[in-house]
């Protein structure tokens, strides 16, 4: 991460999932990264994004140790439990589109919320969220899969109306919603199939390179995976 300070601190939030665990090994392999810490359900400090309390206390918790230059929240559910992405209205159930919304877009916003005052106020800071393509009302032109749709559509409203509070105080820093393309992990094997899919290490690899090259005045955009912006 070149456009960074050398000695940069990072944290990921999801660091048990695949994209968040191979973030952590990429950022634990550059050597101009002083310090990358994994959050998840089972480390420490114990995160879960359903539970308030905990992204409170691991964020009070790293603010006693400096700033974080860059923070990815790497987290994501395509189907809860048994039931497949709905592909026709008559699929829609009321509880599983509310644990979407709360697992997708809830979730990241409270990770939003209590971690990006750990961004500097003078430097360059970066902080990103795993949206999907799909998430795109513009570029969706094959329906279905709902809940998934409209909770990753909700997500990168919640990151761009972040991104313009967040310029305010700290105009150096950039938030993202990030496509990370079709990703060879558990969220993705139900529905994968045959399907050609990237490794997580390229994947991480990939976003960490279009975080490097965003600048100031792209904060609050949704990128993919190889740099292009995504209609909205």
Known sequence: MISLP??????????????????????????RCARVLGLSR???PAVDLTDEASLAAAAA?????????????????????????EK????????????????????????????????PLKERGLLAVLSARVGSIGDN?????YSYRASKAALNQLLHTAAIEVARKRPLAVLAALHPGTVKSALSAP????????????AARNLLAVLDGLQA???GGFFAWDGTAIAW
Request: charged share 15%; aromatic share 2%.
């Open 6 to 31: 050398d000695g940069y601190s990072a944290a990921i939030v999801g660091a048990g999932g695949a994209i968040g665990g191979a973030l952590v090994r990429a950022l634990q392999a550059d050597p």
């Open 42 to 44: 089972r480390g420490t």
């Open 61 to 85: 918790q790293l603010r006693t140790q400096g700033p974080l230059h860059l923070l990815v929240c790497a987290t994501g559910v395509l189907q809860l439990g048994p039931r497949s992405p």
């Open 88 to 119: 026709r209205l008559a699929d829609l159930d009321p509880v599983a589109l509310a644990q979407a919304l709360a697992v997708n877009a809830a979730g990241p916003a409270l990770v939003l919320k209590h971690f990006h005052a750990l961004l």
């Open 141 to 145: 032109r094959k329906g279905g899969w």
């Open 191 to 202: 529905i994968l199939g045959d399907a050609e899919a990237t490794t997580p290490d390229d």
């Open 217 to 219: 005045e792209q904060s």
